[in-house]
């Protein structure tokens, strides 16, 4: 069809372009043809999303790789239907497509008005890997949407390796949403997220869990790379060490 005169950049009534279509499909040999042929990179859909933001939500990093290559950009204006590309990873639990966007330099606190951060968009959907590659990227375990956290998601859908993560980053099980309720609030009396939480909320820091969060809040997104460099001994830096 390029062949043949195919205009590449073409339109349907929804702006999307063929790249677009190649992206969400995962088709990372046509997206590079059609990028070869001068197809826009970061042209976006009537909602707004970038051929990126597809290829974040259709678990591609093949042809996410190839996009940001090319120029695409990491961190396309957010619009009031749409998401950036990090988020739409995280909305779909992927977590190669995540790690690639962080090291891309995306927003870690970008706000989307459906989800909040990306962080809060991966607890909301329940993807733990998600969470994990954003808190080790430095992501803030307590920022708030409507004065929910990611913690109060966590609650809600009832992961308790989550609801543990979120909290050994350094998440207040004491923090209260716009209806004034805990994270603990969320969760059925007796249930093992609910036993979780209670035990978070009647137990004072550990000298170790202290540690950490003084250490990470110090140093923020450079935590994992100062540390990688300090010349302790491995009892000591496994002391010292998130996940």
Known sequence: MIQSGAPVNIVNHDNITPLHDACIQGQTLCARLLLDAGAQVDIRTVHGNTPLCNACAAGSPECAKLLLERGATANPTLTALTATPLHEACIQGNVDCVKIMIVEGAHLEAYDIHYGTPLHAACVKNHLDCARALLNAGANVNA????????????????????????????????????????????????????????????????????????????????????????????????????
């Not at 909290?167 to 969320?186: E, K, M, Q, S, T």
């Not at 997104?221 to 010292?240: A, D, F, G, N, Q």
């Open 144 to 243: 708030v949407k409507f004065h929910e956290t990611a913690l109060h998601h966590a609650a809600k859908v009832k992961n308790v390796e989550l609801i543990e993560l979120l909290v050994a980053f350094g998440g207040n099980v004491h923090a209260r949403d716009n209806l004034g309720r805990r994270p603990i609030d969320y969760t059925k009396p007796g249930s093992p997220s609910a036993l979780c939480l209670s035990h978070c909320e009647r137990t004072p820091l550990s000298l170790q869990h202290m540690c950490r969060l003084t250490l990470r809040t110090a140093l923020g997104r450079r935590t994992e790379e100062v540390m990688s460099k300090l010349h302790v001994p491995c009892r000591m830096l496994s002391y010292i060490s998130f996940y």
